[in-house]
T-cell receptor, first 109, second 114 residues
Framework: QKEVEQNSGPLSVPEGAIASLNCTYS??????FFWYRQYSGKSPELIMF????GDKEDGRFTAQLNKASQYVSLLIRDSQPSDSATYLC?????????FGAGTQVVVTP | ETGVTQTPRHLVMGMTNKKSLKCEQH?????MYWYKQSAKKPLELMFV???????ENNSVPSRFSPECPNSSHLFLHLHTLQPEDSALYLC?????????????FGEGSRLTVL
């Protein structure tokens, strides 16, 4: 069983729509959760983190965490072509950061 | 510019060559990491250094040899690699270990083994 699972995509989203990315994790003891964005040919960069159940909003991004369901998601509102990238979910489990394989998002004009 | 610089950006080597990847961070961080990124696979943690001491070796084959001479520099020495070692090798740094998930990545070194 993969420790952090994401749908690889590509997730095609019309410009201006909401992109919804999902991530599930296997370790119930995981404490902190992160979303990284990776443009093609570039390095991953941290865009959001969340520690508590519920929603956390930062600009057009909202991270949602449900520890009971072992589920974390990222919503991108008013999607722009510049949001086209691969989004990596990362879970800190007992001090170790486990990454998912990423979801590719393509925002179409 | 993330404050983490990797060289070379691209490297092609034969299976019998010896080469090295270099990473330098200008962020004052005390932990540095090597990750391997292959297409459609999760980032694989290879090595972790904290204050120049190796604290993790994630069952990496001995043909990969890390070196951390100081807290700002990290090397990955490569020898007798296999074609399946072709991947993007990412260096990262962080302030502290353990509970942090905030890693700062370099642009990566794209390695091709012929």
């Amino acid at each position: 069983q993969k420790e952090v699972e994401q749908n690889s995509g590509p997730l095609s989203v019309p410009e201006g729509a909401i992109a919804s990315l999902n991530c599930t994790y296997s370790d119930r003891g995981s404490q902190s959760f992160f979303w990284y964005r990776q443009y093609s040919g570039k390095s991953p960069e941290l865009i959001m983190f969340i520690y508590s159940n519920g929603d956390k909003e930062d600009g057009r991004f909202t991270a949602q965490l449900n520890k009971a369901s072992q589920y974390v998601s990222l919503l991108i509102r008013d999607s722009q072509p510049s949001d086209s990238a691969t989004y990596l979910c990362a879970v800190n489990s007992w001090g170790k950061l486990q990454f998912g394989a990423g979801t590719q998002v393509v925002v179409t004009p | 510019e993330t404050g983490v610089t990797q060289t070379p950006r691209h490297l092609v080597m034969g299976m019998t060559n010896k080469k090295s990847l270099k990473c330098e961070q200008h962020l004052g961080h005390n932990a540095m990491y090597w990750y391997k990124q292959s297409a459609k696979k999760p980032l694989e943690l290879m090595f972790v250094y904290s204050l120049e001491e190796r604290v993790e070796n994630n069952s990496v084959p001995s043909r990969f040899s890390p070196e951390c001479p100081n807290s700002s520099h990290l090397f990955l020495h490569l020898h007798t690699l296999q074609p399946e070692d072709s991947a993007l090798y990412l260096c990262a740094s962080s302030q502290g270990l353990g509970n942090t998930g905030e890693l700062f990545f370099g642009e990566g070194s794209r390695l091709t083994v012929l």
